[in-house]
């Protein structure tokens, strides 16, 4: 595939390709971009990739690994879990993060491809690219693009499990804490709430972590019609939602029954232990970043799809009231 041919589909000169394949900054942004599109569509870049493969043959794979944030225990627990397993199969790891920012997102991805800076990408995120990546791409979370290999988990379906445990305890008042970027937690919670001809109850902070977890709850002690089981997006909302209402005389569960989302290790060591939702992370990386690697090895244009399997963690934090 030449620089000739892409120079044809863009209408552009050949020397232009050359420079906006380069990087060179004589090239504006959007001829370049138009010009890396045309590249992918074609599979200019897969070629490259091969050829560049033959090259290094006994160098280590290098895996780019793309996640929103790194300050976030469970991005960070995540990371490290995916990097053991790359590195059991001889693999070196890149971590990109492109800040809850789609269009970020999308330039890093096309930068790894047209520079060639790995040989596969673990996305946290599905990107917005539609065409065939020129290397393998596997998403953690729904995607459109049929080239993707996929890690699913299904938000509504452990929302569901979460409100029913809770009404088979006996709580038919149950609220949400979160923030905005849990705002797909905050659908599935609705969603199901409504499915179950509950009211909603919904405290969303625009902090985030533990300072969420202290703005939501006093958005709930400044309410009038409180629920009696509040579900929190991730864990660091619930610690610090259950250690505010503490401060302020609210106790845990007698109260209100508190519940997080992702076990994260200090469930088991606040006060009450918190019951909270823990997912197969460990065995679904260990299984789909193996499946990754082989196919980046072998050169396989297989897609899998893994689905995250998900239990509810009982500890201190729920009162059965019936």
């Not at 996640?67 to 990097?83: F, W």
């Not at 509950?198 to 009038?224: H, I, N, P």
């Not at 090895?297 to 009162?319: A, C, M, P, Q």
Request: charged letters at 25%; a negative charge.
């Amino acid at each position: 595939m030449t620089h000739k041919k892409i120079a044809e589909l863009a209408h552009v000169s050949v020397s232009t390709v050359s420079k906006a394949l380069s990087g060179s900054a004589e090239v504006s942004k959007e001829v370049a971009e138009q010009i890396c599109r045309i590249a992918m569509e074609i599979g200019y870049f897969e070629e490259k990739n091969r050829r560049s493969k033959t090259y290094r043959k006994n160098t280590a794979l290098n895996i780019a690994v793309i996640v929103p944030e790194i300050i976030s225990v469970t991005y960070s627990e995540s990371v490290s879990l995916i990097k053991e397993e790359i590195e059991k199969k001889g693999g070196v790891v890149s971590v990109y993060v492109f800040d809850f920012d789609l269009k970020k997102l999308d330039s890093i991805m096309e930068m790894i491809m047209v520079k060639g800076f790995a040989d596969g990408i673990i996305s946290f995120h599905s990107p917005g690219i539609m065409t065939k990546p020129s290397i393998p791409v596997l998403c953690i979370g729904k995607t459109k693009n049929i080239y993707y290999s996929t890690i699913t988990g299904n938000a509504e379906k452990y929302f569901e499990d979460i409100i029913h445990y809770l009404m088979d305890m006996g709580h038919t008042k149950i609220g949400y804490a979160g923030e905005p970027k849990t705002w797909m937690k905050q659908k599935a919670y609705t969603d199901v709430i409504e499915n179950a001809g509950l009211k909603e109850y919904v405290y969303v902070s625009e902090k985030r972590f533990g300072d969420a977890g202290k703005d939501t709850a006093m958005m709930y002690l400044e309410s009038d019609d409180r629920p009696t089981a509040v579900i929190c997006a991730y864990d660091e909302i619930a610690i610090a939602f259950m250690d505010e209402l503490t401060i302020k005389g609210v106790r845990i569960p007698d109260d209100v029954s508190v519940i997080g989302i992702n076990n994260v290790p200090a469930c088991g060591y606040c006060t009450p232990k918190l019951t909270t939702v823990s997912t197969d992370k460990s065995n679904v990386y260990e299984t789909s970043v193996n499946k990754f690697m082989d196919k980046i090895i072998t050169g396989s244009s297989e897609v899998f799809h893994t689905k995250v399997l998900h239990e509810i963690i009982e500890r201190d934090s729920v009162k059965n009231i019936k």
